[in-house]
C-alpha cells in the first residue's frame, strides 16, 4: 500500500458517541464500534498514524488524556472547526511528517472537516498524501473499509 517507507499511513478516525465515563487516553476513552473494529484489526507490526477528531475537542492525539463529553459533530459545529483551520487548529494534533495512504474514518460532518485539514496541512506544511480513501455506507460498511484497510498496511 505504501510504496515509499519514509511515508506514514494514516487513518483519521471521528470520535464516539460511547464513552468511558472517566478520562482517559482518548484511543481508549472512545467505545464506539470502530474503535471496536480498530482494535480487533490493528497489527502490532504494522500501526498507522491516528488522529482523532472530537466533537468537542477538535484534533487531538490518540494518547491524549481527555474527559467523557456529550457533544455530537453537527454541521454547524464542523463550521465551526473549519473556521478555526486558518487559525492553526489542525496542529492540536500530531501530524507525520510525510504521509502514505490515508482513510478519512467518519460520517459525512466529519470526513467534510477531515479533508479540509488535509488540505491545510498540503497548503500550509507541504504535507500531502500518497492517497486518500474515505468510510461510506452504513456502519457495517464503514467497518469493513476500516478492518480491510488496517489489514492491508505493511509491516
Same mark, same amino acid.
Given at each position: 500500500? !505504501?510504496?515509499?517507507?519514509?511515508?506514514?499511513?494514516?487513518?483519521?478516525?471521528?470520535?464516539?458517541?460511547?464513552?468511558?465515563? *472517566?478520562?482517559?487516553? =482518548?484511543?481508549?476513552?472512545?467505545?464506539?464500534?470502530?474503535?471496536?473494529?480498530?482494535?480487533?484489526?490493528?497489527?502490532?507490526?504494522?500501526?498507522?498514524?491516528?488522529?482523532?477528531?472530537?466533537?468537542?475537542?477538535?484534533?487531538?492525539?490518540? !494518547?491524549?488524556?481527555? /474527559?467523557?463529553?456529550?457533544?455530537?459533530?453537527?454541521?454547524?459545529?464542523?463550521?465551526?472547526? +473549519?473556521?478555526?483551520?486558518?487559525?492553526?487548529? *489542525?496542529?492540536?494534533? &500530531?501530524?507525520?511528517?510525510? +504521509?502514505?495512504?490515508?482513510?478519512?474514518?467518519?460520517?459525512?460532518?466529519?470526513?467534510?472537516?477531515?479533508? =479540509?485539514? +488535509?488540505?491545510?496541512?498540503?497548503?500550509?506544511?507541504?504535507? /500531502?498524501?500518497?492517497?486518500?480513501?474515505? &468510510?461510506?455506507?452504513?456502519?457495517?460498511?464503514?467497518?469493513?473499509?476500516?478492518?480491510?484497510?488496517?489489514?492491508? +498496511?505493511?509491516?
Amino acid at each position: 500500500m !505504501q510504496s515509499n517507507p519514509s511515508r506514514v499511513s494514516l487513518v483519521l478516525m471521528a470520535c464516539s458517541g460511547l464513552k468511558q465515563d *472517566v478520562p482517559a487516553p =482518548a484511543m481508549d476513552l472512545y467505545r464506539g464500534v470502530m474503535y471496536q473494529t480498530y482494535r480487533a484489526n490493528v497489527k502490532p507490526h504494522a500501526q498507522p498514524h491516528v488522529v482523532i477528531l472530537s466533537a468537542r475537542h477538535g484534533f487531538i492525539d490518540p !494518547q491524549g488524556v481527555i /474527559a467523557p463529553y456529550d457533544q455530537r459533530m453537527t454541521g454547524t459545529r464542523a463550521d465551526e472547526i +473549519l473556521a478555526q483551520l486558518e487559525a492553526g487548529c *489542525v496542529l492540536n494534533a &500530531t501530524w507525520p511528517a510525510a +504521509l502514505g495512504s490515508v482513510l478519512l474514518a467518519g460520517g459525512a460532518q466529519y470526513r467534510r472537516v477531515m479533508r =479540509a485539514a +488535509l488540505q491545510w496541512l498540503a497548503d500550509h506544511r507541504g504535507i /500531502a498524501p500518497t492517497s486518500i480513501a474515505e &468510510t461510506h455506507g452504513g456502519i457495517g460498511h464503514q467497518r469493513s473499509q476500516l478492518g480491510a484497510f488496517l489489514r492491508g +498496511l505493511p509491516a
